[in-house]
């Protein structure tokens, strides 16, 4: 194709309106190569980093391949984790807009599996889930794939390296062998080969290129000693003052030590590992992202698949053994046309795996000289949001117009003053202004939602 608006791809004008209503109105490069291709119905393996537009290369294509009338499972889409998963079911719903009665559910683990159960019972279009839950729900015989049309891979090298292989194997083997399969990676291992060899038919592979553009995510390394890595933390953060930066850490322990320690200077952090329960990790994604909270404290569950735009600064207070990983990890910044700063920790014993990652990336990363001492009196203001939590959500037919709606009619909250608003299944969440957070909060407790009283709190 010879331009990257949508508007050129063969769409319904419905279709067209709703994109362009979400602000989209060019493709991404992944979106200009691939989306003509899966809109023909080929196979196809693209290898592009988190946060290319891959989702919506995939989901146009498979809401093209649905039939509304039919309540059986279509399309299914595989991710490593259960925040990719919501994820990308956020963004399909989004991108189904224009078509009615479109039933989009996840299925994966962490979560009781009895609900889930109950709503494959009710029939659904489009499955999003980890591999796991998803060979359990087939084991069971409640999930049925025998009238799928397109099979989607996303991240198939993370879930590779997560030990899933045999899972995917065992899913794809529960699938009709006529089917459209998408496979998205941001890597190439040989397991990624065998399984396209296995399962696609005479797939095109088309490739972005994954190296990190100077010109918009300037890389540094602070060469500093191990056992004062949260001192550096904490004065990369005071002298950058950045609104949204994610520090890696390697381990789940190494988040909770590094929490605690920045607490010393006065630098309020959220914590994302595994240890975490689902409502625990939605809630702290949440605050990061509607920007009630600053910085984000993460093991490498973060580093990929999550949808974060507007992060200013990623550091690593741990280099990964895996120079691949680094990649991920700083890809998290500099996204959406912004700039970006990601700042390594690097001591004496962290050279080697720095010098893997400078072969990697086949420059060197340039040190900085140090930064001015941390002090708990020198920190950015707050965030400027703060998180309210709403107890009902979809489930309860919630929608975002209608929790917009409570806070600002008559004579109540300025709309200005509200940010970002999701909704779970069983909760909504509302970014407001700090300042007016109580007004918000006693508004909701003493106002009703579609007629309902619902208890509401700050978080």
């Not at 965030?383 to 929790?403: N, P, Q, S, V, Y």
């Given at each position: ?23 989209y ?9 691939s ?65 009615d ?42 999930l ?5 049309s ?23 083997g ?16 040989e ?8 399962y696609?038919?005479d ?36 002298h ?43 809630q ?120 917009l ?48 009283t ?5 978080i």
């Amino acid at each position: 194709m010879t331009t990257s608006l949508f508007s050129n791809l063969n769409l319904p004008a419905a279709a067209l309106t709703n994109l362009a209503q979400m602000g989209y109105e060019q493709m991404t490069p992944i979106q200009q190569q691939s989306l003509p291709l899966v809109l023909s119905g080929r196979d196809l393996i693209a290898q592009a980093q988190t946060g290319s537009g891959k989702t919506a290369a995939f989901g146009i294509g498979m809401l093209e391949t649905l039939n509304p009338r039919l309540f059986a499972v279509q399309g299914l889409v595989l991710c490593p984790t259960r925040e990719l998963a919501g994820q990308v079911a956020g963004e399909l719903r989004k991108l189904a807009r224009y078509l009615d009665n479109i039933k989009i559910i996840t299925l994966c683990g962490g979560q009781p599996i009895g609900p889930q159960i109950g709503s494959l019972e009710h029939g659904a279009h489009i499955v999003v889930g980890t591999p796991g839950r998803l060979r359990d729900h087939l084991r069971k015989e409640t999930l049925k794939l025998d009238r799928l049309s397109m099979l989607v891979l996303d991240e198939a090298d993370r879930m590779l390296d997560m030990g899933f292989e045999e899972d995917i194997r065992f899913i794809i083997g529960a699938t009709p062998a006529k089917r459209q399969t998408l496979l998205f990676s941001a890597t190439y291992p040989e397991q990624i080969e065998s399984i396209s060899a296995a399962y696609q038919y005479d797939p095109v592979r088309v490739s972005i290129d994954t190296q990190h553009d100077d010109s918009t995510i300037e890389q540094k390394v602070w060469y500093c000693d191990s056992k004062h890595k949260a001192a550096a933390v904490a004065a990369v953060l005071q002298h950058f003052a950045p609104e949204a930066a994610i520090i890696f850490c390697n381990t789940k322990q190494g988040c909770n030590d590094m929490a605690n320690a920045l607490r010393d200077y006065d630098l309020k952090s959220l914590s994302l590992h595994g240890d975490l329960e689902q409502r625990e990790r939605d809630q702290v994604l949440i605050r990061f992202s509607n920007g009630s909270s600053r910085y984000l404290l993460a093991t490498d569950v973060a580093a990929r698949g999550l949808d974060i735009d507007a992060v200013d600064l990623v550091i690593n207070a741990d280099l990964p053994q895996d120079p691949a990983v680094y990649t991920h990890r700083v890809g998290r910044t500099g996204r959406a046309g912004r700039k970006g700063i990601a700042i390594c920790l690097c001591g004496e014993r962290d050279k080697h795996r720095l010098q893997r990652i400078e072969a990697l990336q086949s420059q060197p990363i340039i040190a900085i000289d140090n930064l001015p001492t941390a002090t708990p009196d020198r920190n950015p203001a707050p965030a400027e949001m703060t998180t309210l939590c709403i107890a009902g959500g979809r489930k309860d037919k919630l929608r975002a117009g209608d929790i917009l709606g409570a806070l600002t009619r008559a004579g109540g909250i300025d709309a200005k003053q509200i940010g970002k608003i999701d909704i779970t299944d069983h909760a909504c969440y509302v970014a407001v202004h700090r300042r007016i957070a109580a007004d918000a909060l006693e508004q909701l407790k003493l106002g009703k939602i579609k007629g309902r009283t619902f208890r509401a709190r700050r978080i």
